[in-house]
């Protein structure tokens, strides 16, 4: 059991969320950076949740991108996705949530700026979704991400031709001179 984050401070998080968590331990285990386990001496930091929040939130994306946008084809599906899972993306929504404040870390990592790093957010944010998961089930996960994410997407898909640079280059030079670019 992860100890040390304020048992008072879990509900403003979860309203942050959208979702109420029935086993608050594993909030806390989502909140548990490795270099907080090693100086508390826990033996389990929020590392085996990311791995699984990161599998949901590609499936839930995956899903939302593909029954919201009928039109796109395959390439710009992915290319949706890739929008917005991503560490920058989602240290951003991290950022929104003030995920920072809550997160358990060692003295140097703490000292360090670690907080507002975004490896280190975006990392948790998928704990937290590994942790929905885990306690609310597929139905719960991916009404988080949705919530969380949702608009995210509706926005990147209107900027999707602004996204590969290649291809407009590629698109624009054939249309106009009615060759490939070299």
Known sequence: LVTGVQTCALPILQDRLGYRFADEALM?????HRSWCAEAGEP????RLEVLGDAVLG????????????DLPEGKLTDLRKS???ASALASVARELALGSFLLLGKGEGSSGGRNKDSI??????AVLGAVYLDGGTTAAFATVERLLGERMVVAA??????????VLQEL??????????
């Open 28 to 32: 806390r285990r989502a909140l548990a």
């Open 44 to 47: 389990e930091s929020n590392e």
């Open 59 to 70: 499936w839930a994306v995956a899903d939302i991108a593909f029954r919201r946008h009928l």
């Open 84 to 86: 917005v899972v991503n």
């Open 121 to 126: 957010l975006s990392d948790a944010f998928e």
């Open 158 to 167: 209107s900027q999707l031709d602004r996204l590969d640079h290649k291809t």
């Open 173 to 182: 030079s054939a249309r106009l001179r009615d060759v490939a670019p070299v």
